[in-house]
């Protein structure tokens, strides 16, 4: 084997695109500059970036690509990080260097294939031609392509070695698609290695939404954000653990709780969030709508579906059926009973606004439909975009709602919590009112007297109003929570 080619000394300064932080920049509504925090790729937008980073670092160390590319998976593609590991170590012994990561020390690797005629294949015994790499073992043509199509199938590392049992001789990327017959094996190869770039890169991760496929790449460097991703595909997602965007709880709590209510899916519980009995007449309803003043068509009782009472006690500032009553559950005989009361009171409300949420996907159809009312009496387009701006607030709200009552469920009560739980009622309350606004038939108008376009300019006036409020109070809620991580309001007790 030749000796390694003469190693490069990297310059005082150089950056590498990896930890390049973008200055691509965006407009905001308001017209002002801010950076963007990520960008969204497909599969192919990262083969470029990929080779730039695996180019760049041949060209330091003196090794070949796919060496490189080897080596890069282990540092999690933080080409600075290997560069100076290399440059740190001996040039004599640089053999125990690549036996850490069960690599041999290659300075070169083969990318043409040469043949043998009348040779023994080392798998089969059959004299036939045959190939080898520099290791001098020889294998046919169909033992190759078979033990390739069953390594791309069976193992995650983005790399082929020799099939000859403890040879560590690495195939170069242009020689195992060569030894591949199928199209589809080479396909599947090439996305083995496109996904060992995305999931040991600690600047990406893939979009955890259904058949999605992209990927999500972070600009600053430092996955900690005030919101979640927002992919194409509409999924919002947490960057840490790639679970739906859960603020205001962290990982590690937001685990632990969708664990115990994916525990409960199937059972009375899960029904209960669905199908309730009218508090007064003992009607059955079922929910079809994400607002949760409900009136009941038999009697026409208006209630809260959360609490089930008198939707005349949630107005005037007495929205408190987002507290949960410890004194309530005193009377019970068990204080196994009064755990399940406990856990049902957060469990009910978190899933009930996880339905409005999907029921709210209902709402932007019939709010175009609003829209289109609109613009047919006068209102231009532009002037109509304030309801699908209400909509996407209403489903932030929802959002932070249903994971509000996951953080309750886990908080000791304090003075702070008593704070936090009067934000909640604040936000719920005035997320209720805007869903019950976007759910008004507008062209009911029409059969009262009066200037309509008049009516529908003062339509436009609340909806924007308590949009602009409920945004303000998500904000107020949020920011508390975010204040009591930082000051350690929060004391979280183990449930289980």
């Given at each position: 084997?030749?000796?390694?080619?003469?190693?490069r000394k990297?310059?005082?300064?150089?950056?590498?695109?990896?930890?390049?932080?973008?200055?691509?920049?965006?407009?905001?509504?308001?017209?002002?500059?801010?950076?963007?925090?990520?960008?969204?790729?497909?599969?192919?937008?990262?083969?470029?970036?990929?080779?730039?980073?695996?180019?760049?670092?041949?060209?330091?160390?003196?090794?070949?690509?796919?060496?490189?590319?080897?080596l890069?998976?282990?540092?999690?593609?933080?080409?600075?990080?290997?560069?100076?590991?290399?440059?740190e170590?001996?040039?004599?012994?640089?053999?125990?260097?690549?036996?850490?990561?069960?690599?041999?020390?290659?300075?070169?690797?083969l990318?043409?294939?040469?043949?043998?005629?009348?040779?023994?294949?080392?798998?089969?015994?059959?004299?036939?031609?045959?190939?080898?790499?520099?290791?001098?073992?020889?294998?046919?043509?169909?033992?190759?392509?078979?033990?390739?199509?069953?390594?791309v199938k069976?193992?995650?590392?983005?790399?082929?070695?020799?099939?000859?049992?403890?040879?560590?001789?690495?195939?170069?990327?242009?020689?195992?698609?060569?030894?591949?017959e199928?199209?589809?094996?080479?396909?599947?190869?090439?996305?083995?290695?496109?996904?060992s770039?995305?999931?040991?890169?600690?600047?990406?991760?893939?979009?955890?939404?259904?058949?999605?496929?992209r990927?999500?790449?972070?600009?600053?460097?430092?996955p900690?954000?005030?919101?979640?991703?927002?992919?194409?595909c509409?999924?919002?997602?947490?960057?840490?653990?790639a679970?739906?965007?859960?603020?205001?709880?962290?990982?590690?709590?937001?685990?632990?709780?969708?664990?115990?209510?994916?525990?409960?899916?199937?059972?009375y519980?899960?029904?209960?969030?669905?199908?309730?009995?009218c508090s007064?007449?003992n009607?059955?309803?079922?929910?079809?709508?994400?607002?949760?003043?409900?009136?009941?068509?038999k009697?026409?009782?208006?209630?809260?579906w959360?609490?089930?009472?008198?939707?005349?006690?949630?107005?005037?500032?007495?929205?408190?059926?987002?507290?949960?009553?410890?004194?309530?559950?005193?009377?019970?005989?068990h204080?196994g009973?009064?755990?399940?009361?406990?856990?049902?009171?957060?469990?009910?409300?978190?899933?009930?606004?996880?339905?409005s949420?999907?029921?709210?996907?209902?709402?932007?159809?019939?709010?175009q439909?609003?829209?289109k009312?609109?613009?047919?009496?006068?209102?231009?387009?532009i002037e109509?975009?304030?309801?699908?701006e209400?909509?996407?607030?209403l489903?932030?709200?929802r959002?932070?709602?249903?994971?509000?009552?996951?953080f309750?469920?886990?908080?000791?009560?304090?003075?702070?919590?008593e704070?936090?739980?009067?934000?909640?009622?604040?936000?719920?309350?005035?997320?209720?009112t805007?869903?019950?606004?976007?759910?008004?038939?507008?062209?009911?108008?029409?059969?009262?007297?009066?200037?309509?376009?008049?009516?529908?300019?003062?339509f436009?006036?609340?909806?924007?109003?308590?949009?602009n409020y409920?945004?303000?109070?998500?904000?107020?809620?949020?920011?508390?929570?975010?204040?009591?991580?930082?000051?350690?309001?929060?004391?979280?007790?183990?449930?289980?």
């Open positions: 084997m030749s000796s390694p080619p003469k190693m990297i310059e005082k300064g150089v950056k590498f695109p990896q930890d390049l932080a973008s200055e691509d920049l965006l407009n905001n509504p308001n017209g002002t500059k801010v950076k963007q925090r990520y960008k969204l790729l497909t599969s192919q937008d990262l083969l470029p970036e990929m080779h730039q980073i695996t180019k760049k670092c041949s060209e330091f160390m003196g090794y070949p690509e796919t060496i490189c590319r080897i890069l998976h282990h540092y999690k593609w933080f080409d600075e990080a290997l560069l100076e590991k290399f440059y170590e001996d040039s004599s012994n640089l053999d125990a260097f690549f036996k850490k990561f069960n690599l041999k020390n290659q300075p070169e690797l990318t043409e294939i040469d043949d043998y005629f009348g040779e023994d294949c080392g798998i089969c015994d059959q004299r036939i031609r045959v190939t080898s790499l520099e290791c001098a073992h020889k294998f046919c043509y169909n033992c190759w392509n078979s033990y390739l199509e069953e390594q069976s193992q995650a590392l983005p790399y082929v070695t020799c099939p000859q049992y403890k040879c560590n001789i690495v195939l170069s990327d242009e020689v195992a698609r060569e030894l591949m199928k199209d589809a094996t080479v396909k599947a190869y090439d996305n083995l290695i496109i996904r770039f995305v999931e040991s890169n600690r600047l990406m991760r893939w979009c955890p939404g259904k058949e999605c496929g990927i999500v790449k972070l600009l600053e460097g430092v900690v954000f005030d919101n979640g991703i927002e992919c194409e509409k999924m919002i997602f947490c960057f840490t653990c679970l739906e965007w859960h603020e205001p709880m962290k990982c590690e709590l937001d685990k632990k709780w969708l664990k115990q209510v994916d525990d409960d899916k199937g059972t519980l899960w029904l209960n969030a669905y199908t309730k009995d007064k007449c009607a059955a309803i079922e929910k079809n709508g994400g607002c949760n003043h409900m009136t009941c068509r009697c026409n009782y208006e209630f809260c959360i609490c089930l009472k008198d939707w005349k006690l949630h107005i005037n500032g007495n929205y408190n059926c987002n507290r949960y009553n410890e004194n309530d559950s005193k009377d019970l005989k204080q009973r009064a755990a399940v009361e406990r856990y049902l009171h957060y469990y009910n409300r978190f899933i009930n606004h996880q339905n949420l999907k029921l709210e996907d209902k709402l932007k159809g019939e709010v439909r609003q829209m009312f609109l613009q047919d009496q006068g209102f231009s387009f109509t975009c304030f309801m699908l209400a909509v996407k607030v489903n932030q709200c959002r932070t709602l249903m994971y509000t009552y996951g309750a469920y886990y908080l000791e009560k304090s003075n702070q919590v704070m936090f739980e009067t934000n909640q009622s604040d936000l719920e309350l005035a997320t209720e805007l869903s019950g606004l976007l759910e008004k038939d507008l062209s009911d108008l029409k059969e009262e007297n009066g200037n309509l376009k008049g009516k529908l300019a003062n436009k006036c609340e909806v924007l109003d308590k949009t409920v945004g303000a109070r998500r904000l107020l809620l949020l920011n508390h929570c975010t204040e009591g991580y930082e000051s350690d309001y929060w004391n979280f007790v183990d449930r289980n």
